[in-house]
């Protein structure tokens, strides 16, 4: 787990007042819950079964999205870099990460997020050229924008990937009942980029208290290695 600041808070408004002029792509993702997503997202919109919604998104999507914030991927690439040694740059042909945006909402008070690791890279289409290593050194990144006035950030536990998997069916794929440890909570805050492996077992924290006016907007995406020395970012 890396932290890293990365926007000064001119620079944070500048992409919230971005992402606000692109709200009418915003899609909301729970029919009950104002959970909106900007751009597409591997975890919600791939699948082992399909990815052709993903792509078909992907494409749609990424021309807005590097023209708004093709300056705000350049620093999180420069961030990258400096916090991992090796040279990143965008995937080609995935999508570009994207932002989560969560309005106030009461139910935000209780866990409505899932505890999950980050496996989504597996289920999508990379080039044979591109040599990509889909077991080992994958990244995951988050950099808060705007959050809760009382605050926001990360659960995680120690537990690793095969520890889950030696977990009862289906207590692995709803909820991991089982897992006995205490969490970890990592507190965000705006400009900073949290940086961490995508195995981590994490969810989404909820919120200490509910505001009317509170929104929580980050950005989203991952990293996965290609020819053992270039990360290749995606959402």
């Not at 409505?112 to 289920?123: E, N, Y």
């Not at 692995?172 to 970890?184: A, D, I, R, W």
């Amino acid at each position: 787990m890396q932290t890293l600041k990365l926007l000064t808070n001119e620079q944070v408004v500048k992409v919230i007042n971005q992402i606000d002029t692109l709200s009418d792509q915003w899609e909301q993702r729970n029919a009950l819950l104002p959970f909106f997503t900007l751009g597409a997202a591997s975890y919600l919109d791939s699948s082992k079964v399909s990815n052709r919604r993903y792509y078909e998104k992907a494409a749609r999507l990424n021309p807005a999205l590097m023209n708004q914030f093709g300056w705000l991927y350049d620093l999180v690439i420069d961030g990258l870099q400096q916090a991992t040694g090796k040279q990143c740059q965008m995937a080609d042909g995935q999508a570009l990460p994207g932002f989560h945006i969560f309005k106030a909402h009461q139910q935000f008070l209780n866990p409505v997020a899932s505890m999950h690791i980050d496996l989504q890279h597996k289920a999508l289409q990379w080039q044979e050229a591109q040599q990509v290593d889909l077991e080992t050194n994958t990244l995951s990144f988050t950099l808060a924008l705007e959050l809760p006035k009382s605050g926001a950030g990360l659960n995680t536990w120690p537990e690793s990937h095969k520890d889950l998997m030696a977990m009862p069916f289906w207590s692995n794929l709803l909820g991991h009942t089982e897992v006995q440890s205490k969490c970890t909570f990592i507190k965000y805050q705006a400009g900073q980029m949290v940086i961490h492996s995508g195995e981590l077992l994490h969810q989404i924290a909820p919120l200490s208290e509910f505001n009317p006016e509170d929104r929580r907007i980050t950005l989203q995406g991952h990293a996965v290695l290609s020819h053992g020395d270039t990360y290749l970012l995606y959402w």
